[in-house]
């Protein structure tokens, strides 16, 4: 039994990993089931077993990226750092070292971030996932309200607008690397484009 639950979540699994190849060489709207269970090595019914349409599909990969993202942060903030602001400062570099070394992530960040649309059947999506990036600012504005909160931070300071700010700079850093990995060494600028952002916010203390 526990090997056919194995067995089903490792489909599951193969099936989201041909979706993302497919959808991204195709297009979400031009691809077909067939194609995917093709890719994946499965039946069609193997498919319908775990999804009932492309959307769904769709869906499950936001849910797959979008998950164990929140899932880190919410660990990480449970954890009593005497410097708020570092604490987010070493959240972001591990967030962009752990993407070097997974591709599927990679892939499925290069779906969303530069390949969909949102149109046609995935319209209804747009909200639903503009909800869950709201779902990681607000988890990213904690940080800035405990800094803020401990006198870390001047106490003018605008959580808002500092969690745009990292969540643009983070974007930039993401679509640089995205677009063009071999030529973004990631694994040694990340982490130096990141700390010198976060030491300009060293001025907010002032």
């Known amino acids: ?11 599951r699994e193969d099936l989201l990993n041909a979706a993302v190849r497919i959808f ?15 890719a994946a090595g499965v039946t069609r019914g193997a498919v319908y077993w775990h999804f009932e349409n492309k959307t769904q599909i769709f869906e499950a990969l936001h849910e797959r990226l979008h998950r164990p993202f929140v899932d880190m942060i919410l660990e990480d903030l449970e954890k009593d750092h005497p410097e708020p602001m570092v604490q987010l400062r070493d959240l972001c570099i591990q967030i962009m070292l752990d993407l070097e070394k997974d ?4 892939q499925t960040l290069i779906l969303f971030f530069m390949k969909s649309d949102y149109s046609g059947d995935l319209a209804p999506y747009k909200d639903k996932h503009r909800e869950k990036k709201a779902e990681s600012m607000r988890l990213f504005k904690r940080y800035i309200e405990k800094a803020k909160k401990a006198g870390k931070l001047n106490t003018q300071a605008d959580p808002e607008l500092l969690t745009q700010c990292i969540s643009c700079f983070m974007k930039g850093i993401l679509f640089e690397y995205l677009d063009n990995p071999e030529g973004f060494d990631i694994e040694n600028k990340a982490p130096k484009l990141i700390s010198l952002f976060f030491n300009t916010l060293e001025l907010e203390k002032h």
């Open 24 to 38: 991204s060489e195709k297009g979400v709207a031009r691809s077909t089931l067939d194609e995917i269970a093709k």
């Open 1 to 11: 039994m526990r090997r056919t639950k194995e067995e089903s979540e490792k489909t």
């Open 103 to 106: 591709e599927q992530r990679q």
